[in-house]
């Protein structure tokens, strides 16, 4: 909205106005996935953080075992064949190349049916072959995976049609956002059971589950998920020769888009009585991959008094501000949030402030520092990287339409004996821990 410029009078004057832990080779039967900003943009003051969930032992009780890890995959690829028998029909349809064979077209609608059919059993068997322990610490995600499996088979009976091309063509987005809905719902409870599902993804050394905390960002409580996946660098082992190992952490900044404005706010609001007046009114994070995108709505004033007359002359204005928020590596091998201005919608006075002056640098500086405070600090994600871990690179993603999320992708080195005795202890306590909820 422009802002608009008016005169008032204040004491006879006119006043113009207008964002597994090692020690050596020993490995501690603990992950702490807490997460600590990484340097960079400046995180604010007062940040803390609280660890909400039990830990290590909910983690281990809920993970997947081997059988069920190959049992899910196994799922997840029956699930994309459906997929690409449903997007092979479809594409019939629209091209109508079976419209003159009837047979052949409710041949095809048939496959993709038996194929959707598959997909949704297998996944309520799976559910079903859960331990005590894993029915009540994934209760909640197994939930939204059934719901998005009932959802799907009601969308499922489109394909039931007389295999009408109008009929059809009006309801193939929502069968698409219901198979959708339903692999997302895969791949939630994927991340809760620590099993990694991307196809022709490397091999897995380790997973470490999706955690929740909670963090303090400028006196506003927000709740971060991070996960993160080990891999192996290379399948080629040299006995005494430690190893390289990928490490990949995701922080979901869902609840920090949810309450940036509240955040900006605290950052930028003050009430000078001779000096400078900030309101933040409204902002949203939201993603634009590569980047993310930030849009800032602000009251501005500017108070000058004067001693010798005892008058106080104000200026004022609201401005629309667009930012960038770009993610990288810098030269020293941290992370970076920075932000940059890369459109505002103000009076002439305010624009200049803004573009050029004090007020932009400042509003700035507290977007990249309100999204750097949630980033996760790998050392933090996976301890065992300890001094080791190297950052490689970092990005922005949108897990689901209007998310954000935060990528850091680094290198750790790990001995072969330190690499297989903490795949045997977070096997053995897998174990121990799901035959004790037992």
């Not at 052949?104 to 496959?111: L, V």
């Not at 038996?114 to 994934?138: H, I, P, Y």
């Not at 991340?191 to 490397?202: C, Y």
């Not at 922005?396 to 850091?408: C, D, N, Q």
Request: net charge negative.
């Amino acid at each position: 909205m422009m802002g608009s410029i008016r005169w008032v009078r204040l004491s006879g004057t006119f006043v113009l106005g207008a964002g597994l832990l090692l020690s050596g080779n020993r490995l501690l039967a603990q992950i702490s996935v807490g997460a600590a900003p990484v340097s960079g943009a400046g995180a604010p003051s007062g940040i803390d953080e609280k660890d909400e969930l039990s830990g290590f032992h909910r983690a281990i009780a809920v993970q997947a075992t081997s059988e069920q890890i190959a049992q899910f995959r196994e799922v997840v690829r029956k699930t994309e064949a459906a997929r690409r028998e449903l997007e092979q029909f479809v594409s019939d349809v629209d091209s109508r190349s079976s419209a003159k064979n009837g047979d052949d077209w409710s041949a095809r609608a048939a496959a993709a049916r038996q194929a959707l059919d598959v997909a949704r059993t297998e996944t309520g068997t799976f559910l079903n072959g859960f331990s005590l322990a894993q029915k009540t610490g994934l209760k909640e995600p197994a939930a939204k995976l059934m719901k998005a499996e009932s959802e799907l088979g009601e969308q499922e009976k489109l394909l039931d049609a007389q295999y009408d091309a109008a009929r059809i063509t009006g309801g193939e987005e929502g069968l698409r956002k219901a198979l959708g809905n339903f692999r997302n719902g895969q791949n939630d409870l994927a991340a809760e059971m620590g099993i990694v599902i991307s196809v022709g993804a490397p091999q897995v050394a380790f997973s470490v589950p999706a955690r929740k905390s909670s963090r303090t960002i400028s006196g506003q409580a927000v709740a971060i998920t991070t996960s993160a996946v080990i891999t192996r660098a290379s399948e080629i082992v040299v006995p005494g020769v430690e190893g390289v190992y990928k490490v990949e952490a995701t922080t979901d900044l869902a609840d920090l888009q949810a309450n940036i404005g509240v955040i900006l706010a605290a950052m930028m609001n003050k009430e000078e009585r001779c000096g400078e007046r900030i309101r933040v009114k409204e902002a949203d994070l939201t993603p634009e991959i590569p980047l993310g995108a930030a849009l800032v709505r602000l009251h501005y004033e500017r108070w000058l008094c004067s001693a010798a007359y005892g008058n106080r002359e104000m200026t004022e204005g609201n401005a629309t501000v667009d930012l960038k928020v770009t993610a990288e590596v810098g030269a020293d091998g941290r992370v970076l949030i920075s932000s940059e201005i890369v459109h505002v919608e103000a009076e002439r006075f305010l624009a200049d402030l803004l573009k050029s002056g004090t007020l932009g640098d400042g509003l700035r500086e507290n977007m990249s520092s309100a999204v750097m405070a949630a980033v996760a600090n790998l050392k933090t994600v996976v301890p065992a990287a300890g001094d080791s871990v190297t950052v490689r690179s970092v990005r922005f993603a949108s897990p689901r339409e209007g998310e954000l999320s935060v990528v850091v992708g680094g290198e750790m080195r790990m001995s072969e004996a330190q690499a297989k005795e903490m795949e045997r202890l977070a096997t053995a306590g897998t174990v121990a821990e799901r035959s004790k909820a037992q």
